[in-house]
């Protein structure tokens, strides 16, 4: 049911049920909010959205409150300025004074706010958050002096996510957001997503940063420096250069990332290529063999904590497969060297990846043989971008340029794992093959191409009738597992990404500006593989040649000395 309501003197159009900030901003009149999170129920605690409603003596919060027929608003009147302008001086009475150092210093919404405000002097003068900062994460970085308890983290980590790790500890001014106890991150149950970081309006959480130590190693006369590219990375940088969201600049990447000083630029899409190959050999094994089904995809670095905490149960069913990135690690650290004569002591491996969780993954100790780690060091998105800022780069004056050989050639299918549901997509193609001995006849599976949480769908693959799920969050995840152990059996393999939407939406990706950016991101992937040429893994030349040349067969004695790990009941200590 549509009905008139009258917004700043003109009548707009609202719906039955929506709350007054919903019908707002469905006809692109924009309030402020440091709490409101699309799609959760509101909570109204930051009081940034109130708004003037004729017949109301006190401020409305937007966000929490019903439309009514014929309300009459005034979303800027002087009244509803002067209470958005002190809530953010009050905020700013006890908050830190070191935007030029802060991570999120021109992209802090408290600072937006300010500006916008027109908040140029100090009114309100309170005792200054003084607490330490939690550097303990391998990935995650917790400053919580700059909290101002908006709650999203929380919400984000609990109701998003699924995994529970923040919470509201203490009372009155005393009340501080952060794990049980608010012990370390070290010792909570945290699982690195990174989610928490994109839910952050300001600087109390970021990514713990490698760029030094890779700035000192390209200036290290003797380190030879490579670095391998994620396909998502590709189609996401371009938003923090001022970019549309969603074109893929991976040619200016590269050109970009060699004036910097790498000495070779490699696809990790080719990473990704070897991981299909290997994943679905393993499965055609245990298929044939009577092994453990289903099968639960490994190249989720915070999915893999996660059930290592809480579901140790299921480790058989998790494949033994490494993740993309740490199987070109591998590959470089135990191919590249050997065949270009380079000593390991003097390789530095870094990739650039979405992924927060990424830099925990690089530092388990099974990524590491002999003390030489597969991943010396991982930047995010974000990081990357600053890191190319840091060295004096136009990206944009540059040549696109291609990937370095050997690992310079890819196929569509590597690059749709930076979607949720793309690796399934991409497996089914190469599992298909295995199979029959034939190509799938559409390689497009439109029963995966959707932004639900949740997707499953039966294929007929040569004698077997196999059922596939790809979930997108960790509680999705944790339903399916409780399903299995109930005695749910017509599934194979499950995908599961900890992050919303896919490695697209990860937690090192660029800070949302705009809800649309992930769709846009998966859209540029989608349609690499409509145009491309190499739409399967077992086409790829180059992976063939490694093959051929190295490797031997796919889960063969050699893929699983190098590519392949185990897993363990990891203990949390909170």
């Known amino acids: 049911m549509n009905f008139p309501i009258e917004v700043n003197n003109k009548t707009i159009i609202a719906r039955k049920g929506e709350t007054i900030y919903e019908a707002l901003d469905r006809n692109g009149i924009r309030v402020p909010t440091l709490c409101h999170m699309p799609d959760l129920d509101p909570t109204g ?69 300010a500006e916008q405000l027109n908040v140029r002097e100090r009114r309100f003068i309170g005792k200054k958050n003084k607490y330490k900062s939690d550097p303990s994460g391998s990935s995650i970085v917790r400053d919580p002096a700059k909290c101002i308890l908006c709650g999203r983290c929380v919400r984000t980590c609990d109701e998003i996510v699924g995994a529970s790790t923040l919470g509201f500890i203490g009372r009155g001014n005393k009340t501080i957001i952060g794990p049980s106890f608010n012990k370390q991150l070290n010792l909570s149950s945290c699982i690195t997503c990174g989610q928490c970081i994109i839910a952050c309006p300001t600087g109390a959480l970021h990514e713990k940063r490698h760029s030094p130590d890779l700035q000192n190693a390209l200036h290290h006369k003797e380190t030879h420096v490579v670095i391998q590219q994620s396909p998502t990375v590709a189609v996401s940088l371009a938003e923090e250069f001022g970019m549309k969201a969603g074109k893929d600049i991976s040619g200016l990447i590269n050109a ?118 597969d991943v010396d060091a991982v930047l995010t998105t974000r990081e990357l971008a600053q890191f190319i800022r840091l060295n004096g780069i136009d990206l944009q004056q540059n040549d696109t340029e291609f990937a370095d050989f050997p690992y310079h050639v890819r196929s569509s299918a590597g690059k749709l794992m930076a979607v949720a549901g793309g690796l399934t997509e991409a497996l089914i193609r190469t599992l298909h093959f295995r199979m029959t001995g034939k190509d799938l006849p559409n390689p497009k599976i439109t029963g995966l191409r959707n932004f639900k949480e949740s997707k499953e769908l039966v294929l007929k693959i040569g004698d077997f009738k196999l059922g596939f799920a790809a979930v997108s969050s960790i509680k999705h995840a944790a339903l399916l597992i409780d399903e299995i152990n109930k005695g749910r059996n017509d599934l194979h393999f499950i995908e599961v990404m900890a992050c919303p939407g896919g490695c697209v939406g990860g937690g090192g990706q660029p800070i949302l500006k705009d809800i649309g950016a992930i769709k846009a991101r998966t859209k540029a992937i989608y349609e690499t593989d409509d145009r491309d040429s190499i739409r399967v893994s077992y086409k790829n030349p180059a992976i063939v040649e490694l093959y051929q040349n190295f490797l031997g067969e796919p889960f063969g004695g050699k893929s699983k000395e190098l590519l392949h790990t185990s897993y363990k009941k990891r203990e949390v200590p909170l």
């Open 45 to 113: 605690s930051c009081r940034m959205c109130v708004v003037e409603v004729e017949g109301k003596s006190n401020l409305i919060t937007a966000c929490s409150y019903p439309v009514e027929e014929w309300m009459k608003i005034k979303t800027h009147s002087p009244r509803v300025v002067n209470a958005r302008k002190t809530n953010v001086e009050l905020l700013l009475s006890n908050h830190p004074d070191d935007c030029l150092y802060c991570e999120r210093n021109r992209n802090c919404e408290l600072q937006s706010f």
């Open 256 to 373: 970009a990332l060699r004036k910097t000083g790498f000495d070779k630029v490699f696809d990790a899409s080719f990473g990704a290529d070897l991981y299909i190959m290997e994943l679905a050999a393993e499965i055609e094994y245990r298929l044939k063999n009577n092994g453990v089904l289903p099968v639960f995809s490994s190249d989720c670095p915070a999915w893999i904590k996660y059930m290592e905490q809480w579901h140790p149960e299921i480790i058989p069913h998790v494949s033994v497969c490494k993740s993309p990135q740490q199987m070109l690690g591998a590959i470089i650290t135990n191919h590249y060297t050997k065949t270009y004569h380079i000593s390991t002591d003097n390789l530095y491996t870094v990739s650039s990846m979405p992924c927060t969780a990424k830099k925990f993954e690089a530092q388990r100790e099974q990524m590491t043989h002999k003390g030489i780690s």
